[in-house]
Structures are given as C-alpha cells and as structure tokens.
C-alpha cells in the first residue's frame, strides 16, 4: 500500500501557475527604482574595434549610463571555464565579459546602455558609433581547424600559444583498434562515413535575463536569473564580480524551460551586474529572441568521421573516429566536457565492442558558444553507432534489427564494464528491441515496404538502440575528469507540527515536473498526502548547495538524496512513536504513514501524531532532540544508465523531396517510474527535439559568419502539426546502486530519435540509391540526392 | 525588439482614414498588424505616424450580391476560411485562407493587409490572381476598381499609392461547372508558401458538333477554361499562361494535368525566389508537382 503514490501518474502541480499565466519569471520582477539595461552586440563575426562613441548614447533621453569593455576591465574577471579536462593540451582563451579590442563573434557584447525605461535603452543602443576593422572570420570547425584558417586567439589565459584554433585534443582508447581494422580489412567488412551534426539553437520558450540589485550599504547582492544552477552561478559571479558568496544571493524564479542553454554563466548576466554596483541600483536586462539566437549557446556541431570494422557475419570488432567539435568563440563553462566526456565514453552504446578509439579536437572558431543541448555529446554518439549500424547491415544484406542483436551485451542487473571502463548499472538491450519489434508490428512493416512505393511514396523504417549515461555522477570522478565542482545533491525535509512538510532541495527543476514527483517520493515514504509536501528550490538563501538541474540527474540524484533523507524521518518517527506506544523499536512496524506494534494495527500512531509530538517535544525518548527534520548530502557511487530502443516511420515524396514522419515509437527504460505521466511528456518533448534535428533544424551561418538562420522565421522547430502520434512504452529495470532504482528520463527521447529518424529516411531512400544526406532533411536536400543517385 | 517612436491614430472611417492620410504624409496604415508590426519591430520600417483602420466597421464582412463574391478589406483569415459563402463561390481561397500562417495569426491577419504587403510568399495574392478578382481603393480621388492583373509588381510593391486604401476585394463567383483549388508548400518555419499553386478550372462538352451528329459517340468532359496561378516561383505571383493554353480543350485527366503541369515556368523568366531553405532551382524543378496537384483537386471539385 505504501507504494501507492509513487507510479501514480497525478497532475503537475506546476501546471496551473504555468497555463494561467500567474507564475514569475526573472523578466517579471519589479523592483523599486529599477533601471534597464540593453547590450550592444557585435554586427561582426570577427573585428578588430578601432574606435567606440558613446557620446550620443549618454544623451539621450533617459539614459542613466554607458559602459564599455574599458569601463569593466579589471571590474570584471574573465569568464571562467568551469570543466578543465585533463591530458587534453586544454587551452582557455580569455573571455571578457565586454569585448574590448576584438570581437570574435556576431553576439559578443561591445558596450550596455542604461536606461530609465527600457525602450531607452534599446534606442540608445542604436545611437552607439563603433568602427570595427574586419578580420576574416570562420564557423566552420573542419575550416577553422585547417592550415590557412583565420586565427582567434594569440594566447590563453596562462600565455601559451593557441595553435591551429585548437581549444584542446581529447582521446579515449580500449582494446587493439588497429588489429581489429587489420583483421577487417583483411577478412570482413570496414564501412566508412562522415557524418555532420549540424549546430543547433536550443530556443527555450523563455529567454535569459537577469535583474542584479546591489545594496551599497550592506555590500550585499541578489541576482534573479534563469538559471538551470543558481548555486554554480553564484560560485562564479562571486568570481567574476568579486561579490563574495557570503553575500551574493542567486534566484532562480520561474525558468522557462533550458535545454542545457540555461547551464552556463553568461557575459550579460555579470553586466548586469556591474551596472547595478556601479549605479547602486536594481537593473533588470531581459534577453530578446534575436539576441538570444546570437548569443546564447548552441548546442552540437560536430564533423565526425568515423569508421567501423565488422566481420562478415556482422559481428562489430571495432570503432574509430576523429571529431572536430565546434566550440564557438569561447569556451562556455560546461563546453569541454560535452563532446569528450558525455560523447567518447559512450561509443560503444548497447554494444559489445572490443576494440575503440576516438580523437576529439575542439576548435575554436567564430561562432556562438556551444554548451550542453538536451542529450549533451550523448546523441552525437547513439548516432554515430545507430547509422554505422544500419550501413552494416546494408552492406551484409541483413536487417537492421538482425545486426543489433549480434552485437548487443547480454542482460544484466548488477554491472558490467565496457571497453571505456565505464561501469553501467543494468540492462536489457536485446529485452528492449524485442518488445518493441513486437509492439511495431515491425516485420509486417518490413513486408509493406517490399510491397514497394504507393504513389512515389517510399516507406522507410529507422531503429535506433541507445543506453545513456545521466545522474551526474560521483564526486570523486567530478574531479579525475575536470569537472571545477561536486556533483553530490542535498535535500533537507522538514515536517511541520501538523504533520505538513518543506522541503528544500539544492537541484533546480526548470519545467520537469520535480516539484510533483518530489512531493510523491514523500508521500510513499511516510505516506504523507502528496498535497501535503511543499518542494522548495532555487534560492541560494533559502535551500541547501546543489549542483543543478541537467544531464537527467534530478531525480537520480537529487531524487536519491531526497529519499535517503525522508527515510531518515521515518526511522526518527518510529523511534518517537515505539515511545509513545511504550513498546521496543524492533516491534515496531510501518505501513502507509502509520507505527505500530506487530500484530495489533489498530492501536496505532500516524505520521501527524509523532510530528506534533516532535516538535512540541513534551515526551520524547531519552536523548532524541526535538523536531522532526533531517537532512542528507547524497554523493552517487555510480552514474544510471537508462536505455531503450526507438522505431520511426517515414514516408518520402520522391516527386518533391519530402518527408514525412507518419509513425514513432519509444520503449524507454528509466527503471521505476515515480510518475509516468511525467515520464511520458519527458519523452514526448524529447523525442520531438532530435526528430528537429533530423527534419527541420540547423543553425547556419554565411560566409562572413552571419547566422542566417537568426529568428523563428527561418530556424524551423518541430511543430504539432508535422508530427505523428508518439507511442510510449517501457520496460522497468532498477539501477542496482540508487535508493529508489530510478534513473533518468529528461534526455532520453533526443539521444534515440534523430538516430532512428535519419534512419528511417535513409531506409526509404535506399531504393533510389541514395547513401548520404546531411541533417537536416530539408526537402531540396532528399530532392536532390535523390537527383544525384539517378544521374550516377 | 523595438519599435521607434511612431505616432498613433485611430480612424473610424474610410474618410477619416483618407483625411489622416492626407496629413500625415509617409504614414502607414494598421490593419491586423501581422506583417507591419514585425517591420516595426525590427526596424525595417519607422514612419513617423501609423494610423489603425482596424475597428472601421465598414470594411469588413462577407457578402454576395448576383454573380459577385464581396469581401470588405478588413475580414480576417480565420472569418474567411470559415464562411460557407466563400467556401462555395471561391473555395481556392477559403482553403488558403484556412492554411494561413497558424490560428492566431488568421484571427487578426486581414485579407487587404495581406494583399497591400504583397509579400512574395504571401497565399491569397495568388489565389486572387486564379479566381480573376477585382479590388476597391479608395484614393484621395475617390473610389476605383483595379483588376487584379498587374496590381502585383514585385516583391512587396502593388499598384497601390502611399496614400491608397483598400477597401474591398470582388470575386467573381464560382459557375456549376467550376472548381477551384489551392496547393501549398509551406515554408517549416514561417508558414509562408515555398510555392503555392491556385487553379480554377471550368468543364465543358468535348468534341463539339460532331459528337451531337454521330450518336454514341463519346460526350468527353473537356476543360474549357482554365486559370491556373503560381506563387514563390518569381517575385510576385504569377498567371502560368502555358499550362492554362496546355489545358484548354483536353479532357480533364491525370495525363492532361501532367502533360499541363509540365508547362509551368516556361514563360515566367529566369528571376527565380530563392533562399537558403529551398534554391530557385529547386523550385522550379517540383513546380510542376504542385501544378499537377492542385489541376486535380480543382478537377475533381468540378460540379
Ligand atoms: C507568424 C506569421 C505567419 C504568417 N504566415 C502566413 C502565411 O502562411 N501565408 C500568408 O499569406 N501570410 C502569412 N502571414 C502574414 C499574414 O497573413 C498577415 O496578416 C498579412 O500578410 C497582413 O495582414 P494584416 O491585416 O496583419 O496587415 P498589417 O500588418 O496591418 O498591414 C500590412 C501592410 O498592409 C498595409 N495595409 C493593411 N491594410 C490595408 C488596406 N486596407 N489598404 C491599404 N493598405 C493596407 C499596411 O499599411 C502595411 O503596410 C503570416 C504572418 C505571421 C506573423
């Protein structure tokens, strides 16, 4: 019976503030005596900045003040880095939060206007004169790193050469890769691709912004801002503003969704602050959508090549692949750990490969930062394995889902070490195919297509087999892998003498839902009402350290720390409530929010009872301290390993080069499920980012390193309306380390989908002899390789 | 984004909209706003005056009076794609209409704002063209008609002057033997049309007296009037005279709209629309696609 609440799909509890438009966001706060700021950015992609006047900005009408990279230096630290990977020649250029003498690309800030009202302030930015001299400029991460690129940086931050736009050469390695490629070469099979994730635009529905207010007589600052991790945000604004944390207190309202482009610290945030330190008053800077194409962070652009050694029975020998991974201008906090650790470490997937080996080159070049982007280095990995897989099976004439099942690492449930030493937790990978090849009707879908087209409509089916790596992670591997922070969570429960309870967290749900589910890890373990349970987070004030909201950890690992600590009430209360009965603890039973003694149940003590009786503390056992709180730092001993296996259905118009997307399934494994109406919207929003990757987006960017695809009339996100029913399934594999078994289900739906959509669309194109389209499958793209393959 | 500073003023009538006009030189005119207040927005357009003719009453609503379809120049999208007259008299455009941008955009987007802006992109000028419309502006002369051949002049530019407005836009309405249509491809992003085909296409007995003479012979359905439109291909809208001559007097069958379709482009010129999205090469080359589609949707709504 206590399980009742945990796995019971109720509402969100968020939703209401959400629809009716009564929540707060950062862009919503009003303070007395605020004041606005707006940030002139680069129109240039790479500039030397021969001359700024202010002039005509500082009069005009309401203008309070003009600040340039001039007005900051020294003010202002650069931006830091916060994920140091080691062994990797890592080279940090300096990143100003104002450009001072060049600009590296269109986004980066060259002065901030504030104004009374914030209309002044936008048009005096219009009024600020800059003659930039242009330098050549390069977006391109294969370009920027080839011999005749322009060149961004002279130096890093220690003073060391940058060479080549190289921000850093990363490798992970197992087993004998050059025997396995000898011996394939030699008797089985080597299939070769280049595959191109193109740079993606994270587009929360809410744009960035922060409001700083500055108290000059207590030294003190609050920073509202949209943030993913207001604590690491405060770590690093008391770096960069010299603010100390004592003092600093970080907000993180209402957050509109992030996506990982809510991760990093930002230039513009610590302006923001500034100004109010420097003026004594409360500034608010709320991003608009153009800026936030410019300059908040991009998510993938990798070049992979990569190359596959099979036997001809189709059994994988081994992997190998060279990156070049675009890092934009600067190195965003998180950005060196995305395509290296969450990328190379999962090459090998559900697969038993024997042998990798994997270059990674970042590469600075003169575009928007890139960072995190929902999945994070992981979809850039499922899908360099799933579309080497289905070239596999073409190649050896086998079906797709025939060669997955060669190669897959058989069931397990307490772990099992890969070739990059990682250690997943549990697993069915072949139990995962299997139901959803059954639940698809997958061989009768194999019998239509041979059917072959209907009205040159060509059907195309796409799997894609994932295991990911989330519930970040260990501590003591935070540091072995560089990563400037812990990556424990915190949670401190407190029941009131009602027996109602607060709870405060240190992770930061931005629109995931934890607040519900949260509350329902609460009401399981002491079997409290679930509307009883108040969930408090992002305030730096107000809740415990927490390392933040990304990566599927919330609920692995806050979620783990949560439960470890509602357990520790629980065991208080039965303790206090043996007392009360005047019986001996170890007779003592539990069951749905009521203690009793083995054997009568009815004589028996609630939750509420001992809670009231904690906190007035009249008869308490000798020794107990009064109230009835408790509190855990929950450090992992392991990450999760969630996985699943996806199919899609496309139908290509071969007349016009469009596809359609007419059928999705996802069979998800997240172990338990603590709410699997959450669940399944986790994996809806999921699912439909990557198929925007396949189908729809890309950010681009013209040869003076113009983003050409700089608003929402021209960077296609999915809509509704292009999109089939997305059929859910799943299948319960408890991680074996974690309190509750639960792993993580945020990312999920993106590591699968653009795998199994590329797939699929490539399935249907085989026919017409097409081998190759880059992402995404615009129609002219599909058009006109399909012209290509008749022409050869 | 922002606008810069504009003044505002609010007509309540086509006079008063005229005389405001006639003040304010460079002002522009509000109707629902969904293309101008973007402009505005990003700074593409800052006159000094913006006078809103959205609440004049006079310019709105659909009417049909004998063998003329009436819509005021203010009626939204949304009204048209819902209203049964238009859906039976001009069912080309009540589709296009109904595929316009997304739900909020056909509240408040209105059929004149649509047509003044003349976006190349745009459905209904397309559409327009197809069904032979005529418009009403009223200009600092009074009122006049302008037939809807050569009001479109190239991207963004009409036959309209600053200080022009219109009022209504006239249809002819749909005969028995006529069905009409509009295809579109739209843009993934803006909703725009890539290419947006409209064909009214109009039935007649083939093969003339001889078929009354000889008894049993085959009285064939031919088509003895086509108006076939296309948009996206080149800056404004444009009749496709080669696929209507292509149609004219054949049978109305899947090898006739193929064989029509092909046609499309031939005599439009080489100033292709092109974008990073879709090339003008690109455009061209499924054109005819989109031709042969919409010929058969309009063939087989034929009375
Ligand atoms: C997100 C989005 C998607 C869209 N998708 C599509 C689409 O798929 N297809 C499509 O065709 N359109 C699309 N549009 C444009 C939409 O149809 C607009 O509503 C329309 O183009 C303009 O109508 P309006 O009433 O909003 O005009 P406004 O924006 O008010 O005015 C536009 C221009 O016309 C002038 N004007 C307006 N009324 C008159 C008049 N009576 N006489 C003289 N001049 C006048 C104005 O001065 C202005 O220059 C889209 C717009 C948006 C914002």
Redesign the pocket.
């Known amino acids: 019976m206590s399980t009742r609440i945990f796995g019971s799909g109720i509402r969100r509890r968020e939703d209401p503030r959400l629809i009716t438009g009564s929540a707060t966001y950062t862009a919503d706060i009003r303070l007395p005596g605020m004041a606005h700021a707006a940030m002139l950015r680069s129109s240039h992609a790479h500039a030397r900045i021969t001359r700024i006047d202010t002039s005509a900005a500082a009069a005009a009408p309401g203008v309070v003040a003009v600040y340039t990279g001039t007005d900051t230096e020294g003010a202002l630290q650069p931006m830091p880095c916060a994920w140091l990977l080691p062994d990797a020649g890592l080279k940090i250029a300096p990143y100003p939060c104002i450009a001072k003498d060049v600009v590296r690309y269109t986004g980066d800030i060259v002065a901030v206007v504030v104004a009374e009202r914030l209309h002044q302030a936008h048009d005096a930015v219009e009024l600020i004169e800059v003659d930039y001299e242009p330098l050549p400029a390069v977006t391109d991460p294969e370009q920027a790193a080839g011999a005749d690129a322009p060149q961004l940086h002279a130096k890093d931050l220690n003073g060391d050469a940058i060479e080549g736009n190289q921000a850093f050469h990363w490798t992970v390695a197992g087993g004998d890769v050059d025997a396995a490629f000898a011996a394939a070469e030699a008797d089985g099979v080597v299939i070769k691709e280049r595959i191109l994730q193109q740079r993606l635009i994270p587009n929360a529905m809410e744009t960035r912004g922060a409001v700083a207010q500055y108290n000059r007589a207590s030294g003190e600052l609050t920073l509202w801002n949209t943030t993913q991790n207001p604590h690491i945000v405060r770590f690093l604004c008391s770096v960069v503003t010299g603010v100390p944390e004592d003092k600093l207190r970080v907000i993180a309202p209402e957050v509109g969704g992030g996506f990982g482009s809510k991760i990093a610290a930002y230039p513009a945030d610590f302006v923001t602050v500034f100004c109010s330190k420097m003026l004594g008053r409360p500034i608010r800077w709320t991003e608009t959508r153009s800026e936030n194409y410019q300059a908040t962070t991009h998510g993938r652009d990798h070049v992979q090549d990569v190359e596959l050694a099979a036997t001809k029975d189709g059994k994988i020998t081994g992997l190998r692949c060279t990156v070049r991974a675009g890092m934009g201008a600067y190195l965003s906090t998180a950005a060196p750990g995305i395509p290296t650790i969450l990328h190379g470490l999962m090459l090998s997937g559900c697969y038993d490969i024997p042998a990798l080996k994997e270059d990674v080159y970042g590469v600075y070049t003169n575009g928007v930062p890139v960072e995190a982007y929902r999945g994070a280095g992981r979809p850039e990995a499922t899908f360099m394995l799933e579309r080497l897989i289905d070239m596999l099976a073409h190649k050896l004439d086998l079906d797709p889902a025939d060669v997955r099942r060669r190669n897959f690492i058989p069931k397990f449930d307490n772990g099992h070490e890969v070739v990059t030493t990682l250690n997943y937790d549990s697993g069915d990978y072949p139990g995962a195919l299997a139901k959803l090849l059954e639940h698809t009707g997958y061989q009768a879908l194999r019998e239509k297509q041979k059917a072959g087209p209907a009205n040159g409509r060509y059907l195309g089916l796409g799997l894609s087999s994932y295991v990911e790596i989330c519930g970040l992670g260990p501590s003591q591997v935070a540091g072995a892998i560089g990563f400037q922070g812990g990556l424990w969570e915190s949670a401190i429960v407190r029941v009131h003498p009602t027996g109602k309870v607060h709870v405060f967290i240190g992770a930061s749900p931005h629109g995931q839902g934890e607040e519900t589910t949260f509350a329902q890890i609460v009401a399981s373990e002491i079997g409290v009402d679930a509307g009883d349970v108040k969930i408090v987070h992002g305030d730096t004030d107000a809740t415990p350290m927490g390392w933040g909201t990304y990566g599927s950890r919330t609920t692995a690992v806050g979620g783990a720390a949560l439960a470890v600590a509602v357990r520790k009430i629980r065991d208080k209360a039965k303790v206090l409530a043996a007392h009360l009965l005047e019986a001996s603890v170890e007779d003592m039973e539990y069951e749905d929010g009521r203690f009793f003694v083995k054997g009568s149940p009815d004589k028996a003590k609630t939750i509420q009872d001992v809670a009231l009786m904690a906190n007035v503390a009249w008869d308490l056992p000798e020794g107990m301290e009064a109230g009835l709180e408790a509190s855990t730092f929950y450090d992992p001993p392991n990450f999760v390993f969630p996985y699943g296996a996806h199919l899609a259905v496309v139908e290509v118009d071969a007349a016009t080069g469009h596809v359609e997307l007419t059928g999705y399934t996802a069979l998800d494994d997240c172990g338990p499920q603590i709410n699997p109406v959450i669940v399944e919207g986790q994996v809806h929003g999921g699912v439909v980012q990557g198929i925007g990757q396949a189908l729809w987006e890309g950010a681009a960017y013209d040869e003076s390193g113009q983003l050409v695809t700089g608003s929402?009339?021209d960077y296609a996100l999915p809509r509704a309306d292009g999109l089939p029913p997305i059929d859910v399934i799943s299948t319960v594999t408890p991680s074996p380390h974690h309190p509750l078994g639960v792993k993580g289900i945020g990312e999920a739906g993106t590591i699968a989908s653009t795998a199994a959509v590329y797939n699929a669309v490539m399935d249907a194109l085989r026919p017409l002899g097409v081998t190759r389209v880059d992402m995404p499958f615009t129609p002219e793209r599909v058009w006109r390789a399909i012209q290509e393959a008749k022409g050869s | 984004m922002f606008a810069a500073d504009f003044d505002y003023y609010r007509a309540d009538s086509v006079a008063a909209a005229g005389r405001l006009l006639a003040e304010h030189p460079g002002a522009?005119?509000?109707?629902?706003?969904?293309?101008?207040?973007?402009?505005l927005k990003l700074r593409l357009?800052a006159p000094a005056a913006v006078i809103d003719?959205?609440r004049i009453a006079e310019?709105r609503g659909i009417s049909v009076d004998g063998g003329t379809l009436r819509i005021g120049?203010?009626t939204?999208?949304a009204e048209i794609a819902a209203s049964a007259d238009v859906q039976r008299h001009a069912r080309a455009l009540a589709e296009?209409a109904g595929?316009?941008?997304?739900p909020?955009?056909?509240n408040?987007?209105?059929?004149?704002?649509?047509?003044?802006?003349a976006?190349p992109?745009?459905?209904?000028?397309t559409v327009l063209q197809a069904l032979g419309a005529t418009l009403d502006?009223a200009g600092p002369h009074g009122e006049r008609p302008v037939g809807i051949d050569g009001f479109f002049q190239g991207v963004m530019t009409t036959a309209?002057a600053a200080d022009?407005?219109?009022?209504a836009i006239r249809i002819p309405t749909a005969g028995q033997s006529q069905g009409s249509a509009y295809v579109?491809f739209?843009?993934p992003a803006?909703?725009?049309?890539v290419i947006g085909v409209a064909a009214s296409l109009t039935s007649g007995t083939g093969g003339g007296w001889r078929t009354v003479l000889t008894p049993g012979a085959s009285r064939e359905t031919v088509c003895s009037n086509a108006s076939v439109a296309i948009g996206g291909l080149v800056p404004a809208p444009a009749r496709c005279g080669a696929v209507e001559q292509a149609l004219a007097g054949k049978p109305l069958s899947d090898e006739t709209f193929a064989e029509a379709a092909a046609a499309v482009g031939g005599d439009l010129g080489d100033d292709l629309l092109g974008d990073v999205f879709a090339s003008g090469e690109y455009r061209k080359a499924v054109a005819p696609v989109y031709v042969r589609r919409a010929l058969a949707a309009a063939a087989s709504r034929v009375g």
């Open positions: 929402l009339l | 522009k005119l509000l109707a629902g706003g969904h293309s101008l207040i973007p402009l357009s003719i959205g310019l120049a203010l939204t999208h296009a595929q316009i941008g997304d909020a955009v056909r408040r987007g209105t059929i004149g704002g649509n047509i003044a802006h976006d992109a745009s459905d209904l000028p502006i309209l022009d407005l219109l009022t579109k739209p843009h803006s909703r725009y049309a």
